[in-house]
């Protein structure tokens, strides 16, 4: 067996894994005896192989009868004592899509098996951070991932290798694994050496939000933030927070600085668009143009590349041997993208095992490291702009989206709360997620966007539907002024803020053309002020919820005024006189 090493390696070659060109810097042969089918080998390095500190990696070729037989790499790290000490923050995501439909049915099997440990190995993931002794990190937990455990706990339905649905009890094995994973997270997130971050709800577009300037995102951050602190009982505020790709923009800042998250990690790429030079600095408060403020964790963007598939700890360690090497820094920060996938116990574990044991390295939390590493007092100005989701299937989302939006808002306008309501934001947040349209999307996980879309849209429109406008009374009007009587109907249970917007041909409305009325359950009749320009008008009347128009009605005034009856009066008094008349001179008469 010959093993060839190539470096020290710059970060940069750690990240694209490239070597091609080098020579190695060394080589060392020894001698394998194979009984089995399977080998397994430990070669030792010789330490004067690895004589300045830095990556390598180790190429291995295992030849037998002048032929190569087997080929391999390992990445190795070579760290020596320093009179400086690191503090290494690293955020693990914990995140796993959405894995039920509008209906709160599961429609595969994913989160199933990641509590059994198959597939994204939620429970071993779970297991290794407990057992992970001194080391301190931090937990990016995506809000909607704890709703959904919430419900698999509480027994949920879903769908089987048939394609029928079916219940699942509180009491089975999957719901009662949930619960589990739930209070062990709960456990987790008590204790110092582990900070919880949240995120926005259904870790949403957020660009996109910001592009369409609606208020969800921030209502998503301030949703995510209550179903991480409800579903696991904290006691405290959750100041910490994290975006599912790394990123911020000028156009989403605000959606966190307004939900209280004092900080937040992102990509170190993020700073390139920061307004002023901040050199090789780790934390920065930043702000926006309307004075929105929240400080960065950056999060080294080469070892982010590494914290993914094929998820491989000694690549990253090796990185992490090259960054020290190349930055005089003394703080860093290691974290993952939560929108790639869950990273494996195994990778976990060697991780922070290597960061406990490392010569100069203390683990932190964020929170810790911003104690530590302060950003300056002056914020200074996040001049970023981002990118809206291209595609088939993130188009049709976007037009539905704006359908629903529209529904949705406008019932959120004519009540402060209900169940109804609540349902249909939580629908409608949903809809927004990336997990729908994320590369390479797929039309088949589209389509249930679509679905919690056009779900969210059918909800609101019926809802807004139980408010009806009735016939009015009072067409005719005594006099150029007098008033009209409107009935509103409102079948639901909770009263409804409407208005009625009012457009009249030659009648003035002395109370302005939009008058704000809250309907009570059952029967509400509005009172109207109309003036007649003439003796005939139209009034045009419309309920609104928004901008949805409920209903309307065309009425035909008739405004009955003493000068348009004196002709009527003339000549009914000649009439009059006419008949008095004869019956004088009829009775004039008969008496002669």
Not at 131 to 136: E, K, M, R, T
Not at 447 to 467: C, F, H, P, Q, T
Not at 479 to 507: F, H, S
Not at 534 to 547: D, I, N
Request: neutral net charge.
């Amino acid at each position: 067996m010959r093993v060839r090493l190539f470096g020290p390696l710059t970060l940069a070659q750690v990240r694209d894994g490239d070597v091609v060109g080098l020579s190695p810097t060394s080589s060392f042969s020894q001698d394998l005896v194979v009984s089995d089918p399977t080998l397994t080998s430990t070669i030792a390095v010789p330490r004067e192989l690895l004589s300045r500190p830095g990556a390598y990696l180790a190429k291995v070729d295992v030849r037998s009868g002048g032929m190569t037989r087997a080929l391999g790499q390992v990445w190795l790290g070579r760290y020596a004592p320093s009179e400086r000490t690191v503090d290494v923050a690293v955020v693990w995501p914990i995140a796993l899509g959405i894995h039920r439909d509008p209906q709160g049915i599961f429609f595969d099997d994913v989160l199933e098996k990641s509590l059994q440990g198959e597939g994204g190995d939620l429970a071993g993931l779970v297991s290794v951070l407990e057992a992970s002794g001194s080391a301190h990190f931090s937990l990016a937990l995506e809000p909607i991932l704890l709703a959904q455990l919430r419900d698999m706990a509480d027994g949920y339905g879903r769908v089987d290798s048939s394609g029928r649905t079916e219940s699942v009890e509180a009491q089975a094995p999957s719901a009662t694994a949930a619960a589990q994973i739930l209070a062990r997270l709960k456990t987790l997130g008590k204790q110092h050496r582990v900070e919880l971050l949240t995120g926005a709800y259904a870790s949403p577009w957020l660009e996109l939000l910001a592009w369409e300037s609606w208020r969800d995102g921030l209502e998503q951050v301030q949703l995510g933030k209550l179903e991480v602190q409800r579903t696991l009982g904290l006691d405290s505020d959750l100041t910490g927070g994290f975006t599912p790709d790394l990123d911020l923009t000028t156009g989403t800042l605000n959606y966190y600085s307004q939900a209280s998250i004092d900080h937040l990690v992102v990509d170190s790429k993020v700073a390139s668009d920061i307004g002023e030079p901040i050199d090789a600095a780790t934390t920065v408060r930043v702000r926006d143009l309307e004075n929105n403020r929240v400080t960065l964790v950056l999060a080294d963007t080469d070892l982010a590349t590494l914290m993914q598939a094929p998820w491989n700890s000694g690549r990253l360690l090796a990185g992490l041997a090259a960054v020290l090497v190349e930055r005089s820094g003394n703080a860093l920060v290691l974290a993952g993208r939560a929108d790639g996938g869950l990273p494996p116990p195994g990778y976990v574990q060697s991780t922070l095992q290597a960061l406990s044991r490392l010569p100069g390295v203390r683990t932190c939390t964020l929170k810790e490291l911003l104690k530590n590493h302060p950003p300056g007092s002056r914020p200074v100005t996040l001049r970023r702009q981002g990118s809206l989701p291209r595609g088939y299937v993130s188009l049709a989302l976007h037009a539905a989206l704006r359908k629903a939006h529209q529904l949705v808002n406008d019932l959120g306008k004519t009540t402060t709360g209900g169940a109804v309501v609540e349902q249909a934001y939580l629908l409608l947040y949903t809809a927004e997620s990336r997990w729908w349209s994320l590369p390479p999307a797929s039309p088949a996980l589209g389509s249930v966007g679509l679905a919690y879309a056009n779900e969210a849209a059918a909800l609101a429109r019926k809802e807004l539907g139980k408010i009806s406008l009735a016939e009015a009374d009072g067409h005719t009007v005594l006099g150029k002024e007098g008033t009209i009587r409107l009935r509103l109907q409102n079948q639901a249970d909770y009263p409804m803020n409407v208005e009625i917007a009012l457009a009249g041909q030659d009648v003035v409305l002395p109370d302005g053309p939009v008058q704000a009325v809250r309907a009570e359950p059952g029967s509400t009749d509005v009172t109207l002020r109309v003036v007649g320009q003439t003796t005939k008008g139209r009034l045009t009347v419309a309920l609104r919820a928004g901008g949805t128009t409920l209903g309307s009605l065309s009425l035909a005034l008739h405004f009955v005024t003493f000068r348009s009856l004196l002709p009527w009066v003339l000549v009914g008094g000649v009439l009059v006189l006419a008949a008095a008349f004869w019956v004088v001179r009829a009775w004039r008469r008969r008496r002669a």
